[in-house]
Nanobody, 124 residues
C-alpha cells in the first residue's frame, strides 16, 4: 500500500524558510512522479511543484519559482520541498502526492496517493 507522510510544517515569519519532507512507504519515490500541493482556507488546491520519475525533471508554479526547490533522496525514499522567502499568502496546508509517470505534466494522469498534509503558517 502506497503511503505518504508529510512533515516539517510550522509557523514562520515572512521572509523565512521551511523544509517540508514527504516520506514514502510501500513504493520507491524514484518510480513515481511526486508533487507538492497546497490549499488555503476557502481556496482551491494548487500544485506548487513536481519532480518526475523518469528523469528527475522539476516543475514549479510561477509564483514559487526561484524561491522553492523540490528534491528527492532515493536512499531515504523521501521528497523534500525547500521553501525560502515565504509570504503570508502562502499560509496553507501542504500535501504531497504520488502519481504514475507523466502526472507532473498531464492532468490525464492523476495523482492517486496523497498524504495527510502539514500546516504552514507564515505570520509575524
Amino acid at each position: 500500500q502506497l503511503q505518504l507522510v508529510e512533515s516539517g510544517g510550522g509557523l514562520v515569519q515572512p521572509g523565512g524558510s521551511l523544509r517540508l519532507s514527504c516520506a514514502a512507504s510501500g513504493f520507491a519515490v524514484d518510480y513515481y512522479d511526486i508533487g507538492w500541493f497546497r490549499q488555503a482556507p476557502g481556496k482551491e488546491r494548487e500544485e506548487v511543484s513536481c519532480i518526475s520519475s523518469s528523469d528527475g525533471e522539476t516543475y514549479y508554479a510561477d509564483s514559487v519559482k526561484d524561491r522553492f526547490t523540490i528534491s528527492r533522496d532515493s536512499a531515504k525514499n523521501t521528497v523534500y520541498l525547500q521553501m525560502n522567502s515565504l509570504k503570508p499568502e502562502e499560509t496553507a496546508v501542504y500535501y504531497c502526492a504520488a502519481g504514475s509517470a507523466g502526472s507532473c505534466v498531464s492532468t490525464r494522469i492523476p495523482f492517486t496517493s496523497w498524504g495527510q498534509g502539514t500546516q504552514v503558517t507564515v505570520s509575524s
